[in-house]
Each structure stands twice: as C-alpha cells, then as structure tokens.
C-alpha cells in the first residue's frame, strides 16, 4: 500500500507551494535601492549648485593667492624694519667715511637701495585663446604655443643683463642675485609671490644699448617668430627717468636638509 503522501491526489501542486525570492531579483532590488540613496544624497549635497566643480582645487587656488598677498605684506613689513635699522646705523658707530662709502657701495650692487635713471619696460602677454597661424607655412597652434612661458621671461632678463641693465624690477618686485625668475604653466612665482600676464620687466641703464641686447638675442628672436605668427604680446617702450624699488625680502638661503 503507498503512502498517502505520495499519492497523486494528495501531491501538492507548484502553484500552491510557497515561492522564495530569487538572489537575482534581490540583488538587483539592493542595487535600485542603492543608486536611489545615492541620487538623494547628490540632490541634497549639490542643493542647486555645481558639484561637478572640483571643490579642492578652488581651495587651493584661494590658498596661494592667500599667501601672495602675506608674502606681498612681510615684504613690505620687512622693507620698514630695515629703514628703520638702517636709521640706526646712521648714527655714530666708529666707522670711517671709506668703510661708510664701501658699505653703500656694496648695498646698491646688491639691489636693496633704490636706483633712479633711464629706463625701458618690456611687456610680454598671451596670446588670444582663438588665435589662428597669421602666416603661410606654420602649422596651427597648439594651446602651449600661444602661452609665456619661463624661457621667455628668462630671456628677456638676460638680455637686459647683457645690455648693461644697473637694475631690473619684475612686475612689482626688484631683482638681487638670488632672485629666481620660475613659471608655472602661464603663472610666474618670484619670491615667494604669484602673477598672471601680462608681464612686465623695466630695466635702468641706455635704453638704446638695453634694445640692442634685446634684439641681439636669439632666444627672443624666436619668441618673436610666434609674435608674428600666432600673437604673443610684445611691447617695449622708453620710460624716462624711472627710479626702481630696493629689495625688501629676505636675504637668508633656504635650502633643503636630510632627514634624520
């Protein structure tokens, strides 16, 4: 005799019996539940703004240009007190008129007095983002031809050196020996500051040998084939008589140290 239980009769059907849910349909249930959190959270974080806007990079940009400006004001912090030093040492301290004349000497050479005569200023700036090869023959520019970069700069110091310049001032800062002329793409860093072009470089000494130096230059004869071709600016003019500011930084080298 057969067991009830395996009697057709009794057989439950498989719509009668209990379904468990599948792991796929749960799985992909989690995954619509997941990507709805997600889709709440980005409403509720962006609440109308940008936030593709790389939030890190905005921050440090304000940083740097933060610490320009500090850098810009302990120059000038720094420019008081050594007038002020300086005032000080005016006074009575033994020292002879030929150690007094050496002392002067030795500080207009090294760019911390103020120097007054004949000038010329060199402006250099980008060219525009749309431009086009002027000229038959060249190819159309790329993006890093149509930017200044540190070479040109660079150039146009040197130059002005061997034209006999006595001092030159960059943007708003003078030059000393230490000075390191330093770009970053199209954004130039002296002496612990930040610019953007355009670019300006004014140098005293004769302004008819300072040209010559500046057209003699091979390096800024190149510089001159992309003025032509794709726009860069370039401008020099006569400034009179000009008087550039003294060095009102540090003097003290900073260099790099082992670890212990």
Known sequence: ????????????????????????????????????????????????TNIRTDASLLKLSDLIHERSRKNAELDESNGALRKDIEALAERDDGSTEAEDARLAALEEHAGTQKLKGEAITVTLNDAPPDATAKLPGYPEPQPDYLVIHQQDLQAVVNAMWQGGAEGIQVMDQRLISTSAVRCVGNTLILQGRVYSPPYTVTAVGDPEKLKKALAASPAIQNYMVYVNVYGLGWKVEDEGTTTLPGYSGTVDLHYAEPLD
């Open 1 to 48: 005799m057969s067991n009830s239980a395996d009697s057709p009769g009794t057989e439950s059907s498989p719509a009668a019996r209990p379904r468990r849910p599948r792991p796929v349909r749960v799985l992909t249930a989690g995954i619509f539940a997941l990507a709805g959190l997600l889709f709440f959270v980005s409403f509720d974080t962006a609440k109308g």
